[in-house]
């Protein structure tokens, strides 16, 4: 019962109630990301809204994926006359997402606007492999 009744704290307004409700739990296990290809590049947009691109966002490559590490530090206040409410909310949030076998790092690019970081990077084109060849077996 306790757990539900944070969800209807009076004190928070009912847009706010609305936002945590469809927040959930995902917003702390990772980072929301599209992944699309356009031609012949791959493109992944992540979420990552109020953060600083400069200081509180990372981005690598890992075992052959793309590694997104941000960090959120988020204060908001209200000051009344009679009341003073100070809400917080930080946290560190990790995506990884697959890679296509051959890309280089030195090709991949990151920008940031809107709250939308966007990574490219061209896929490599696919070697046309060998048709299956038997191999004889000699006997001395």
Known sequence: MADLMKWFDTRRSPMDMLERLFEGDTSASGIRVEESVEGNTL???????????????SVSIVDGSLEIKAERHEKSEQKDKNSYRSE????????RVALPEGVKQDDITASYKNGVLEVRTPVPTKTEQQPAKKIEISRD
Not at 43 to 57: I, L, M, Q, S, Y
Not at 88 to 95: A, L, N
């Open 43 to 57: 493109v992944v947009r992540a979420e990552v809204p109020g953060v600083d691109p400069d200081k509180d966002v």
């Open 88 to 95: 917080f909310r930080y946290g560190s949030f990790v995506r």
